[in-house]
């Protein structure tokens, strides 16, 4: 029995269980989910640092409104002054350089002139001013990233300010993609008579990746039983997902649902009300390894990956992605089929009224070039024929 999306995606989350954790370095940590709290085992800024290019100084030497200053020194970023400033000197200092002993303000150089080994320093400077006090960003011991957030690029330099060089992280899905067709051809190999390229094997190779997925193994298989459980049977050594496009449907030379039989798999759904991508099976075996048998189609399988793949790779990778149901304006009328969601391929736009969506060419789901170039995803429901132009339908953005 079909199920609806909602069911679908329901039931993979169901299904799609958090992975352990590993170590990785900053540079291989973008986009994962932290494993555990980080927080800080020391102050930022780690002491207190001049804002400002100017000089270190007393503020009470200003309090009359002018003041001529000693210079003994200089601290400059990344080294100490090593001098202590008492009444009636300065130490010129660079930003982000540590305030030196006995200076409790700092003058910028725009407020003073300097005169051979003496600064003037015009108008009062309040006590404190131009400091970044030790800690003001992060105090030591402050719990500053909660586990489960994902590591974008501040979170990559929170976490080198923190000195976590090697954070702990939710590992990254190990994943295999079998295509399975007697038609496919690798491009850049000659074409027999009757053959195709394999669009799936690059476009979903590469759409798992971009969901954060670890493609290990492509692999592809003939229209033939014994072949597919061998070949399948291989590519899940050492998988957390398998992905197999084609074979899924119920013609004569469709044996990946056989083939997961035979290797152990139970399928929590064969076949959603979706249109393009109603074969799409899900299995999982006792080990909890998840396969996804998607449609050959090159459309039906980029849609069934991004409805329901990307929702499983970001739960195990330990992401949590919200999906905000936003309406938009129809530009033109977009298909639909009684009984099934109607994925439409679109292009967005915002006007003032809000978000309009406009389908790209022929929405066939052998057409592939109406993927490109889009941005959203409308969905037409299975009780209407038809989404009018100038009427509201729910989408779905896409990166
Ligand atoms: P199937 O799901 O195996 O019945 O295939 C449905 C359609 O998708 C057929 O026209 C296949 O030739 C085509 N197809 C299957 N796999 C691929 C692939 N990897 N790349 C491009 N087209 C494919
Ligand atoms: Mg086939």
């Known amino acids: 029995m079909a199920v609806s999306i909602h069911e679908a995606r329901n039931a993979v989350l ?5 992975l352990g954790s590993e170590e990785v370095g900053l540079d291989e940590a973008l986009g994962r989910a932290l494993a555990e709290d980080a927080a800080a085992p020391n102050h930022v800024p780690p002491f207190d640092a001049s804002a400002m290019d100017g000089y270190a100084i ?12 000693e210079l003994i020194g200089e601290a400059k970023a990344g080294s100490e002054a090593g001098v202590t400033v008492r009444t009636g000197t300065a130490v010129r200092i660079s930003t982000g350089a540590p305030v030196p002993d006995g200076a409790d303000a700092i003058v910028p150089q725009e407020q003073t002139t300097a005169e051979d080994a003496t600064v003037v320093v015009d108008g009062v400077v309040p006590v404190a001013k131009h400091v970044r006090p030790a800690g003001e960003d992060i105090l030591a011991g402050s719990l500053v990233i909660h586990a489960g957030s994902v590591l974008g690029p501040s979170e990559l330099g929170v976490l080198a300010s923190l000195n976590i060089p090697r954070p702990m992280v939710v590992r990254r899905p ?3 993609l079998a295509g399975t067709g007697d038609e496919l051809t690798d491009p850049g190999k000659p074409l027999a008579p009757g053959g195709i390229r394999d669009s799936n094997g690059p476009a979903l190779g590469g759409a798992v990746h971009r969901a954060g997925g670890d493609l290990v193994a492509r692999v592809r298989v003939g229209d033939d039983l014994e072949a597919t459980v061998s070949v399948l049977r291989a590519a899940l ?3 957390d997902m398998l992905i197999t496009t084609g074979g899924v449907s119920v013609g004569p030379h469709d044996h990946v649902r056989p083939a997961l039989k035979r290797l152990g798999f139970r399928e929590v759904f064969a076949g959603v009300k979706l249109k393009p991508g109603r074969p799409t099976t899900f299995a999982i075996n006792e080990e909890g390894t998840l396969v996804f048998a998607l449609p050959g189609n090159p459309v039906s399988a980029l849609m069934a990956f991004r409805l329901f793949v990307v929702p499983a790779l970001d739960a195990m990778l330990g992401r949590e992605r919200v999906v905000h149901p936003t309406m938009a304006t129809a530009d033109e009328e977009l298909p639909g089929a009684r009984g099934r969601t109607t994925i439409v391929r679109c292009r967005s736009s915002l006007q003032d009224d809000g978000w309009h969506v406009r389908p790209t060419r022929s929405q066939d789901s052998h057409i592939l070039t109406s993927m490109l170039g889009i941005d959203a995803l409308a969905l037409v429901p299975g009780d209407r024929d038809a989404i ?10 896409v990166a």
């Open 237 to 239: 050594r050492d998988v």
């Open 14 to 18: 169901e299904h799609a269980a958090v």
């Open 388 to 397: 009018g132009a100038g009427e509201p339908v729910e989408i779905e953005f």
């Open 174 to 176: 190990r994943v295999a």
């Open 58 to 69: 007393l503020a009470a030497d200003t309090a009359s409104g002018a003041a001529r200053l």
